[in-house]
């Protein structure tokens, strides 16, 4: 089939894309290189030998996307674009209430316009709020604490209303744990843009040099070794659910967690890094960061029921297939100075 990916340059796009073109889908890419590169549409190039259509468009411009859609008979959409950073959603509010709710609605309308009927969303577990994990699919929507987790809900919350308004409009909602990890090529991974704020970047980086330390927020939380605990989960894995989910959309609303179901501390990650990698990793114990929760964790039956998809790839591939991607990376990250 062919599919509109859009922030398809993105980290988990990116990845997705791969998968998509493994199974025998044509893609094409709607980016507006807001938080990625050019150069990684070559890297897919390198990795699948197929040159995907590519677009520098920003999905809220409803008539430069409506373009897209003109030009090519899409068959189904996965919505990757938004802005990711919750600190920085705090500080812009409107900046991610703009460009992820707006960007939904854009898309979605293309979609009910050019007669396209699967939809593939990415939310995030932030949706949850601060319920006691295991989380299920089922439980209400949490008390977001920032406006990028309200985005994921708002949009959530339009697309399922768009279905019951149109009911051969097929939506899945993917709600993904903590994507880590590289692709095996180490051609493709997370490069974020200055000081990371999620663990794993931070890990690599100091790993790597380019920062001195690493802050573990917090270790008097109520987990094993009082270090917060999440389910990360290896990004072609995460790739691979969305591949699952798109093969497996139904009219109507469908919500899938995309985790592995096991959570992993802070410290715990670290020494597997270092085991794993031969790598030393300084760190040491800082306050507990705001917002933070002590543990995060998905149930993930339902996806394995009735996907038949399952997150395979372990901790020692996710830190190994990380480091082999940054200590690949060559670019702008190093020269920023070192502070924190
Ligand atoms: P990313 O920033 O690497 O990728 C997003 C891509 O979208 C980027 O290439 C960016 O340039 C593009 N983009 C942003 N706004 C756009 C717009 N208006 N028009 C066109 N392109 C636009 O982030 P990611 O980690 O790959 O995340 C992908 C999606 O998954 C996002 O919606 C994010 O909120 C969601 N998500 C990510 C995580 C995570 O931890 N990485 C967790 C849960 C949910
Ligand atoms: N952590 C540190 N030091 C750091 C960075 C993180 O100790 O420098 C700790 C955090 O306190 C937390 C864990 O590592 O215990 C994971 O933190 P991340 O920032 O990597 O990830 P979060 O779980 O906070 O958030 C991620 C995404 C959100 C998404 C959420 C959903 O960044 O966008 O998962 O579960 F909403």
């Not at 809900?153 to 339009?158: G, K």
């Not at 085991?275 to 705001?290: D, H, K, L, S, T």
């Amino acid at each position: 089939m062919k599919i509109l990916v859009t922030g398809g340059l993105g980290y988990i796009g990116s990845h997705t894309c791969v998968e998509l073109a493994k199974n025998g889908h044509t893609v094409v890419i709607v980016d507006n290189l807001s938080n990625s590169k050019l150069e990684t549409l070559d890297r897919l190039t390198e990795i699948t030998g197929a040159r995907m259509a590519f677009y520098r468009v920003d999905v809220t411009d409803y008539r430069a996307t409506a373009e897209i859609f003109a030009a090519h008979t899409i068959e189904g959409v996965m919505h990757f674009a938004g802005l990711k950073a919750v600190g920085e959603s705090v500080e812009q509010p409107l900046a991610y209430y703009y460009n992820n709710v707006l960007g939904t609605i854009t898309i979605a309308k293309l979609c009910l316009e050019y007669g396209v009927n699967k939809f593939v969303f990415s939310s995030s577990a932030t949706v949850y709020g601060d319920q006691a994990s295991p989380l299920y699919e089922d439980m209400a929507l949490g008390q977001t604490t920032n406006p990028y987790g309200e985005t994921k809900a708002m949009s959530e919350r339009i697309l399922t209303d768009v279905t019951k308004a149109n009911p051969r409009f097929a939506v899945s909602l993917l709600r993904y744990f903590n994507p880590v990890g590289a692709h095996e090529s180490g051609l493709i991974g997370e490069d974020p843009n200055g000081i990371p704020n999620n663990l794993m970047p931070y890990v690599t980086r100091v790993a790597k040099g380019l920062l001195p330390c690493l802050r573990v927020f917090g270790n008097d939380y109520d987990t094993p070794d009082g270090t917060g605990v999440r389910d990360y989960i290896h990004v072609v894995d995460l790739a691979l659910g969305h591949v699952a989910a798109f093969e497996n959309l139904q009219p109507g609303v469908s919500i899938f967690n995309l985790g592995t179901g096991k959570g992993t501390s802070v410290l715990e990650l670290v020494h597997a890094f270092t085991a794993e990698n031969g790598v030393a990793v300084p760190y040491e114990i800082a306050p507990r960061r705001v917002g933070d929760v002590a543990t995060c964790f998905a149930d993930a039956s339902r996806a394995a029921r009735d996907l038949g998809w399952r997150a395979k790839r372990g901790i020692r591939e996710m830190v190994r297939d990380a480091w082999r991607f940054e200590s690949a990376t060559k670019g702008t990250k190093g020269t920023f100075p070192f502070v924190r």
